[in-house]
């Protein structure tokens, strides 16, 4: 039987299912397996965020089953129904977006399988879901974004006609970063009538969307002082598009990204990118600590914020040496 198992499951890792391979008949021998779906490969966060899950899980003796979504909601539901199926004894996630999730919800509740959100919340009614979420405070990072361009506004209004020009690349449509750091950077710009959001659309997050969206504001407004990108990578595909226009980014158009990764900071300590709101994807130690404690039926808290920064060019040039990822 296990050499069939291990047979079938190398042919489905193959042909890259998402069900996770093994079974974990509720282990009894006091280990832990914790079931994750990850959202994609889309951004180098995203990179950073699954290799510190992956490691931590190791280092945490955590036997961890993972899928990779695409970025599509219906495969998430698929491997959290999966793992319900094989009955791990933990369920964590990155919601793609914030909404469709109560209905498999409800599935893992009623297989008595606790679930522990990361990165992104879930905009549902009923708490009793989820155990926790662990992540970021997004608007307070759109809030931080925002209140640097209030206090940089003069030197931001780069075409000198009075008017600062803000064109935005959003995150991925109806995914809490995306919500939430459109509306704390509204909130902090609304101080100064001068800074106005011209043009905004989503580039989901990566490199190639930052860039396609950029080139089509380019052709469309002719007057940009600013670019507003929800991520590092769009925020990088942007600067492809403005130097084939022919412009230097940094200067003559601004540009303000979050998560600080390492290729945002490199190009911030170039001075191409002029501020970077971090985001930490680091979350893997915290995740692992609370699957512990929830195994062993201990309380933790219902929400777990991550500590997290912010770079001018000067201090990217000071971080760059240290950073992981
Ligand atoms: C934020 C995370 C976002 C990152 C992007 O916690 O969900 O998704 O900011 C990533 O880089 O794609
Ligand atoms: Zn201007």
Redesign the pocket.
């Known amino acids: 039987m296990k050499k069939t198992l291990i047979a079938l499951c190398a042919l489905a890792v193959g042909g890259m299912s998402l069900s996770a391979c093994g079974s974990s008949e509720g282990a009894d021998d006091g280990s832990i397996t914790m079931g994750f779906a990850q959202v994609g490969a ?2 180098g ?2 990179t950073a965020n699954t290799t510190s899950i992956q490691e931590s899980a190791k280092e945490a003796g955590i036997d961890l089953k993972f899928s990779d979504a695409q970025q599509k909601q219906e495969n998430q539901i698929k491997s959290i129904r999966s793992y319900i199926q094989q009955k791990v004894d933990v369920i964590a996630f ?1 919601p793609v977006v914030e909404t469709g999730w109560d209905a498999v919800l409800q599935e893992a509740k009623r297989a008595k399988i606790p679930v522990v959100l990361t ?2 919340a879930v905009d549902t009614e009923d708490t009793s879901l989820y155990v926790t979420f662990i ?2 405070d997004f608007v307070e990072e759109g809030e931080k974004a925002g209140q640097w361009l209030v206090d940089n506004a003069d030197a931001s209004d780069v075409d000198k006609d009075g008017a600062i020009n803000v064109v935005e690349l959003q ?1 991925t449509t109806g ?1 809490a ?1 995306a919500i939430d750091r459109k509306k704390g950077f509204e909130d902090k710009i609304s101080a100064d009538s001068k800074i106005k959001i011209t043009a905004s659309q989503t580039g989901d ?1 990566t490199r190639d969307g930052g860039k396609q969206v950029m080139e089509a504001f380019l052709q469309s407004n002719p007057k940009i002082d600013v670019v507003y990108a ?2 590092d ?1 769009m925020g990088l595909g942007a600067i492809e598009a403005i130097k084939a226009a022919g412009k230097k980014p940094g200067t003559d158009i601004k540009i303000i990204t ?2 600080a990764v390492k290729d945002g900071m490199t190009a911030l300590a170039a001075g191409e990118i002029n501020y970077i709101v971090e ?1 930490s994807p680091l979350l893997g130690p915290q995740l692992m600590d609370v699957a512990k404690k929830v195994a062993a039926g201990e309380e933790v808290p219902d929400r777990i914020v991550t500590e997290e920064t912010t770079f001018t060019p000067e201090q990217a040039a000071e971080a760059l040496p240290d950073r992981k990822y």
């Open positions: 889309e951004s966060w995203r990155s990165d992104r992540g970021s995150g995914s970063p997050f929800h991520n990578d979050v998560d985001c």
